[in-house]
């Protein structure tokens, strides 16, 4: 009798076995990658593409505007500024810096047609977003 309910118990244990085992196929998890914000370096209010890597030709033009609007040549920055255009005509933080300089050589009508490209172009950017409202504001008030 002992015999038969053990023999039972293995039997139901082998049967019950393979409903217990992993299942040999996972699906595959979706891989999210997070946005990140450049820290670096940067002007404040100049952002690069989020969660995107930066073209190194694109981040090498935007420093040497940074270089050139520090050291106030500014038509120098907005030339380096146009060629980092024609590379990236989809950059908003390229359109937003130009219209900072244009606000800052008193070129107000050229500076809110910019800032408001860089708008359009801005997507989720909130801090691109209010520099170039702020820069549209400034060029406003100083038409009035």
Not at 123 to 140: K, Y
Request: glycine share 6%; net charge positive.
């Amino acid at each position: 009798m002992i015999q038969q309910i053990f023999l039972v118990f293995c039997l139901l244990t082998l049967l019950l076995m393979p409903g217990c085992a992993p299942s040999p196929y996972r699906a595959p998890t979706p891989y999210q990658r997070q946005p990140t914000i450049n820290q670096g370096n940067r002007t404040p209010g100049v952002s690069e593409p989020i969660g995107q890597q930066e073209n190194p030709l694109t981040r090498d033009i935007r420093r040497q505007a940074e270089r050139q609007i520090q050291a106030g040549r500014l038509d120098a920055a907005a030339q380096t500024l146009e060629r980092g255009l024609r590379i990236a005509p989809k950059d908003g933080s390229f359109w937003s810096q130009l219209a900072l300089i244009r606000l800052q050589q008193h070129r107000y009508g050229q500076a809110q047609s910019l800032a408001a490209k860089s708008i359009n172009l801005a997507g989720g950017d909130s801090i691109l977003i209010r520099r170039n409202q702020h820069i549209i504001e400034e060029a406003q008030r100083a038409l009035q």
